[in-house]
């Protein structure tokens, strides 16, 4: 299956995908998509899911033959227009972007929310809790504020806790990216990977999922759904490198013992008729609906 890249303007790729359907026979290509990803958006303490697309810009078309698909396409009068306007362009992507694509976004053309989930710690007076980049959890020592980034630090300090400690259990589209990853901004539900694909260094946000959010529910169009704790895990570790930058790398891949058990805070418990949230339907909201934290 040859997989191409259809290049317009922001905001402009289901218009695209709909005149594609419209007005292309079908013989010509096998689908025509935008991939989208899962957002998270934190509001009153609660999790909400919407869709947005994943590379604004561009929608996809596949086909089983591998010809010089622009000039199939310049035979459908809508899209010659677009594409001596200068608002389309087609490109045919190596094998290698598209199984990657295939990967994170599955049949379905959308990239899923990925579970980062913290591992338990101990604290050095012997106190248990939780310590993430993110925050302290309720059993963390007392006298930590964690309200601003100086907070942060002089808790690091104060308990000389050592970044290379800190684990965490990764589950979902994130797994295919671990070495991408160039910051997680726990606090606004993403990762932030930098990846090369057409030929292009592109800065990704990819949607996660933090322990609170599991613990309070997941809001999908309106409806709370609890998550089910998926029951294969990849190992992520943070920590600094010698110039003291973070440094995130990959350990071994996991799996529980029992299918009938999952994870709160590091901890197995017994499951409780949860659902998994991708089984649900997807929130797309009306455009402005809301704001969207810009990577960069």
Known sequence: MQWYLLKTWKGRE???????HRTVPAYM?????????????????RSIVHAEPLFHGCAFLTCKEPGPLWRRLERVPFLAQWMAAGYLSVYPLMERDAEFLRRIAGDDHVMRLSYVLRERDVWPNGASGLFG???LSENAPSGANLSTASGQEDMNKTFHHEPGSIRYRVSGPLEYCLEDIDN??????????????WGEDLVIAMGIVLNEDVEQGIVYEGLKT????PNAWTILEIGMDAAGKRRYSSGERIFPAKATTYLVDGETC???NMLYPADSAIA?????YGEIAQVG
Request: proline fraction near 2%; avoid cysteine.
């Open 14 to 20: 289901e218009e695209l995908v709909k005149e594609i």
């Open 29 to 45: 290509y096998e689908n025509v998509f935008v991939i989208y990803t899962e957002r998270i958006w934190r509001r009153q303490g």
């Open 270 to 272: 017994e499951k409780d």
């Open 184 to 197: 997680i901004e726990f606090r606004k539900r993403f990762v932030k990977l930098h990846k090369r694909l």
């Open 226 to 229: 609890d998550a089910e704790i």
């Open 284 to 288: 797309v909201l009306p455009r402005g």
């Open 133 to 135: 980049m993110e925050g």
